[in-house]
């Protein structure tokens, strides 16, 4: 039987777990529901685990959006923003402050090989995440053949990731035959459901607007368009995010370069908080790049408000229809061909950080609409490859910590500077 605790009560152990959240989303949902279901008892096993599906189905950080929806699901909507924004804000302010260190210090020799060896390590992460994912995305041949045509559309094509994610959810949910519709009884009625719709609409782009047709500040409006486009389509988690992000951010709008993504995803892992708190590091970095410190803090909180908002909408307006949502072959179907696409995403973002890690110099060939990587072999930084080498027994082999491993490789890439 569950149990209703205070607004007051929550909020302390929302607190404690949103500065517990480290070691990336399986860990921080085991960390939720040791407190709240078998310590606490809030949440009966049943609840946790719909919304914990719910939540999967959603674009964005599902670890957060869980807590959120705890929240709303134990003490209303101030529980759901308390929690939401418990979970997220200790880790952002610890990106904030990092993100600002390496503003300023980051082409310091010492500092630059530390975060060599970060480089080295994230490599892995990736592949780790790549194998994670494939694991459970890959159930049929059709779910091979997605990834597959995801990967070439994006690492060959550029292809653009939301196009990319359209797409498959297209196939998936055009390939299901059947479609009923289960009965069922929603928490609360339609009305109050757009209404709940309208505000967080409002919320989220009230700031854009004001800052597009009052401010009239471009760079901070390709900002706030940019996190908000990507807020829609980040199924699959940050690793996907990065490929947009790198497909992007670093070719396109030269915002980053792809060293700083990088070192950005190894900040984001060492936090507390959800990983897509990277997006944070992109728009500090994008900020300082245009205007320095003040403009980089100013992107920053924008991107974090356009990224986080977002999330608020889906849980308040999508909860109440938990049952329904999860009962649907079509939408499933749609969703697993989504969650099939992002396997052949996070390849090549795999690949592409592997080759601007490993090589200096790293140039194109272009044949028509197809494009293709070419690295100077003479650029090849054999310590970076042995780092990853060691990177890859530790975390795949031995299941160290992915923390102990960005220290040790951290640690190790600055003493050859040394010596």
Known sequence: ???????????????????????????????????????????????????????????????????????WRINGTLGGIIAGLLFVLPGAFVVAMLATIYAFFGNVPIVSALFLGVKATVVVIVIEALLRVSKKALQTAAHYWIAAAAFVAIFFINLPYPLIILGAALVGFLGKGEN????????????????????????????????????????????????????????????????????????????????????????????PGPLILVTEFVGFMAGYKEAGIWMALTAATLTLWVTFAPCFLWIFAGAPYIE????????????SSVTAAVVGVILNLSIWFAIHVFFATVGKITFGPITILRPEVATLNWLVVALTILSGFLLLKRHWNVIYVLLLCACLAAISLII
């Not at 947009?244 to 060293?259: E, R, S």
């Not at 949502?325 to 969703?335: D, E, F, K, T």
């Open 1 to 71: 039987m569950s149990i209703t605790p205070t607004l007051r009560e929550s909020t302390k152990t929302w607190a404690k777990i949103g500065v517990l959240s480290f070691g990336g989303p399986a860990a921080q949902i085991a960390l939720m529901h040791r407190e709240v279901v078998n310590d606490k008892k809030w949440l009966s096993e049943g609840q946790f685990l719909n919304a914990l599906n719910f939540c999967m189905l959603l674009p964005g950080p599902e670890a957060m959006q869980l807590a959120t929806y705890a929240g």
């Open 324 to 335: 329904w949502i999860g009962a649907q072959p079509r939408l499933r179907s749609a969703l």
């Open 180 to 271: 009923k519709q289960p009965t069922f009884t929603p928490l609360q009625p339609i009305g109050k459901t757009i209404k709940t719709i309208a505000i967080w609409l409002f919320i989220w782009w009230f700031p854009i607007l004001a800052i597009d047709w009052v401010l009239d500040l471009n760079f901070l409006s390709q900002i706030a368009y940019f996190f908000s486009k990507l807020a829609v389509v980040t199924f699959g988690g940050a690793y996907a995010v990065l490929a947009y992000m790198a497909q992007d951010v670093v070719t396109t709008k030269q915002w980053l370069t792809a060293g700083q993504m990088m070192d950005g995803l190894g900040l984001a892992e060492t936090t």
